[in-house]
């Protein structure tokens, strides 16, 4: 074999190998979750029944989908949260749609008594989703809706 052809062979399996490892990194490659379609919706409470507050998004990861944490907010507080804060806020239910995308839904009751202490105005939910690989994705103002008395 001359050293010619043995040398661009080496080249070839080499270039080779470097673009199927290549190949490889990027299909495992562990992706962020989303959220995805968030709403809110806030009932106040009438004639002695309760009210609540209602926020749903679609939370997708290639892993599967742990949870989803949620915590509401008034605008005029200036409150942001920031993720740190919201792992150890109350979750979301999450049912399964696909084996990447969940459903979650927070819902929060609100007696007559709670709502005459809410702030009047605009109010923003933050979320924080968790994958089953353990990555996170945060959310500081998924949603907003307003409370009016």
């Known amino acids: 074999m001359s050293k010619r052809v043995l040398v661009s062979s080496l080249i070839g399996v080499t270039v080779l190998g470097g673009v199927a490892a290549g190949g490889l990194a990027t299909a495992s490659a562990a992706s962020k979750p989303t959220v995805e379609n968030g709403s809110a919706r806030y009932v106040a409470p009438s004639n002695g029944a309760p009210g609540a507050l209602t926020y749903t998004a679609d939370v997708s990861d290639d892993s599967g989908i742990r949870g989803l944490k949620v915590v509401a907010w008034p605008a005029s507080s ?22 990447e995308t969940s459903r979650c ?6 007696t007559e008594e709670e709502a005459a202490e809410l702030a009047e105005g605009t109010w923003y939910v933050s979320a924080l989703a968790t994958a089953e690989d353990g990555d996170t994705a945060f959310v500081p103002r998924g949603a907003s809706f307003d409370v009016t008395r």
């Open 78 to 99: 200036k409150l942001d949260p920031t993720a740190a804060e919201l792992r150890h806020a109350e979750g979301a239910t999450c049912r399964s749609t696909t084996a």
């Open 105 to 110: 839904t927070y819902t929060l009751r609100v």
